[in-house]
T-cell receptor, first 112, second 112 residues
Framework: GEQVEQLPSILRVQERSSASINCTYE??????FPWYKQEPGENPKLIID?????ERKQIQGLIVLLDKKAKRFSLHITDTQPADSAMYFC???????????FGKGTQLIIQP | DMKVTQMPRYLIKRMGENVLLECGQD?????MYWYRQDPGLGLQLIYI???????SEGDIPKGYRVSRKKREHFSLILDSAKTNQTSVYFC???????????FGKGTRLTVV
């Protein structure tokens, strides 16, 4: 099936610095790219998403960038806080097929 | 309040037993998904359903089957469970006209 590659698998950053997670996808027909945050023992929760007709989206301290030519999208968390420590997943939906394919996840650790 | 409900939340079964995982949603979403989550592997798509009796294999369908007889219910069935099917199973749903995918709280299945 379609692959979504996500890097890094583990990311340690100092509190109040920025964190960046990168994903690449294969299918140029993908048109929707959500990011999920998952706390231990909980279900994944949508934190931000971007559609293929956009290049950048920001919700407070979360920024998503989409480069369709390179088939790459990224999540940037600014001014990180301890509450940002969690597992983060990128995903891509291919239009028509409705298949939601996930990356393998990034464990984000915010160090004091 | 939009909701995806999974039952049971925890389940222990012996190898060779049949397992039924149930999922319900109250949003009349056409598309529903079953994923399993294992450490380091992210969320892997088992089956996707586009509506009643319209199901399609995901990336890892072997050992599983599904049933969708009503739009709001989507069941995952393991015939003769195996120990390597020990995992956390997530159900999700999505409205074709919208983009966000909603996840249930998961079922932790242990096969001994």
């Amino acid at each position: 099936g379609e692959q979504v590659e996500q890097l890094p698998s583990i990311l340690r950053v100092q509190e109040r610095s920025s964190a960046s997670i990168n994903c690449t996808y294969e299918n140029s027909a993908s048109n929707y790219f959500p990011w999920y945050k998952q706390e231990p023992g909980e279900n994944p929760k949508l934190i931000i998403d971007i559609r293929s007709n956009m290049e950048r989206k920001q919700i407070q301290g979360l920024i998503v960038l989409l480069d369709k030519k390179a088939k790459r999208f990224s999540l940037h968390i600014t001014d990180t806080q301890p509450a940002d420590s969690a597992m983060y997943f990128c995903a891509a939906i291919t239009g028509g097929a409705d298949r939601l394919t996930f990356g393998k996840g990034t464990q984000l650790i915010i160090q004091p | 309040d939009m909701k995806v409900t999974q039952m049971p939340r925890y389940l222990i079964k012996r190898m060779g037993e049949n397992v039924l995982l149930e999922c319900g949603q109250d949003m009349s979403h056409e598309t529903m998904y079953w994923y399993r989550q294992d450490p380091g592997l992210g969320l892997q798509l088992i089956y996707i359903s586009y509506d009643v009796d319209s199901n399609s294999e995901g990336d890892i369908p072997k050992g599983y089957r599904v049933s969708r007889k009503k739009r709001e219910h989507f069941s995952l069935i393991l015939d003769s469970a195996k120990t390597n099917q020990t995992s956390v199973y997530f159900c999700a749903s999505r409205d074709r006209a919208d983009t966000e995918v909603f996840f249930g709280k998961g079922t932790r299945l242990t096969v001994v």
